[in-house]
């Protein structure tokens, strides 16, 4: 495994990490859409632009949508 | 159980876990040293069979073209849940007020739909060529319609996005991939077996059917998203008219 690749999944766990030890909703829809980006960077270092170009647009434009959304429905419609 | 005796099973079972994820991953081929007989099979004829350089998608709406209109399916099903859970619920009420007040807000929102519009069509468009296809074009699709939405323009939204038109695309979208399917049979091979026309390897116009199911895809999953954005923002105006 080169230098690069190693940091892209270094950089990976980190996110995993930060996205599970968040406990504030909001940070969380934020933080989980940053850990996408970095499989993002992942997946592109390893030569999966199509992975990649998946993840993006689920992980970092569907999913944090749809939870703020509900966060707003949550907190009753402020 | 106490702090400590539930950190101890935590330490316990986490060494063992990594023992195990390390000694997997070490089993691991080395990277670009991939040993399946399938990958090689299919990069050697996917772009002499079907023309079609991007052999990610060439498997994706071809060699396992079923697997795809299964996923399609998916969608569409978990879409119709939502839709008939949610819409059962309220009445069409259609007073959402722009919640955006900002000229500049607004203009820069609205170009960069229109920018996001083209990239989405055109990752749609090369899906047989470069990386993409109609499932991520599609999303990015209906990204740029959301965005219409967030920088503030609620009637534009809605004006672009009438709902006959979304249930329409939407039906056609995965309605249009098993009908190319039945084609197929019609020309007397397997269901959605490839018959073409392949034109050049590398332009728009080639790679047959993969073009055609991935168009599909597209219209599909554009519709789907952007519907599924317009029932959760629905049912929050419903909410919000309630709290109110």
């Known amino acids: 495994m080169i230098p690069l690749q190693a940091a892209a999944m270094a ?68 | 159980m106490t702090r400590r005796g539930r950190l101890a099973l935590f330490a316990v079972s986490a060494a063992g876990l990594s023992a195990l994820l390390l000694w997997a991953v070490a089993g691991l081929p080395d990277f670009g040293h991939f040993q399946g007989r399938y990958g090689a099979t299919l ?6 069979e079907r023309h079609a350089t991007n052999v ?21 099903t978990s879409v119709i849940g939502v839709a008939l859970l949610l819409r059962e619920t309220r009445d069409e009420t259609g007073r959402i007020h722009d919640a955006v007040r900002s ?72 309605g249009g991939y098993a009908v190319i399917g039945i084609v197929s049979m019609l020309l007397g091979s397997a269901y959605l077996h490839n018959f073409g026309p392949f034109g050049t390897p590398g332009t728009l116009a080639s790679a047959g059917t993969i073009s055609m199911l991935n168009l599909a895809t597209a219209l599909e999953v554009t519709a789907a998203f952007v519907l599924l954005f317009t029932e959760f923002l629905e049912d929050l105006q419903l909410t919000r008219e309630q709290s109110a």
């Open chain 2, 43 to 48: 990069n050697k004829v996917a772009v002499s």
């Open chain 2, 103 to 174: 000229d500049a807000l607004r203009l820069v929102g609205i170009a960069f739909a229109a920018v996001l519009f083209t990239i989405g069509l055109y990752v749609v468009a090369h899906g047989p060529i470069t990386p993409g296809g109609g499932f991520q074009g599609g999303v990015v699709l209906a990204g740029a319609f959301t965005l219409v939405y967030l920088a503030g323009d609620y009637r534009a939204y809605r004006g672009l996005t009438p709902q006959p038109a979304l249930d329409f695309v939407e039906g056609a979208g995965a």
């Open chain 2, 56 to 76: 990610v998608t060439a498997i994706v709406f071809d060699y396992r073209g079923i697997d795809t209109l299964g996923e399609e399916f998916i969608l569409f």
């Open chain 1, 11 to 78: 950089l990976v766990a980190f996110f995993a990490l930060a996205v599970v030890l968040t406990r504030e909703i909001v940070r969380l829809a934020m933080i989980s859409s940053a850990y996408a980006l970095t499989l993002v960077v992942l997946f592109v270092i390893f030569q999966a632009p199509d992975v990649a170009l998946s993840e993006l647009v689920v992980g970092a434009v569907a999913f944090p949508l749809v939870i703020v959304v509900a966060i707003v429905m949550q907190r009753g419609g402020e």
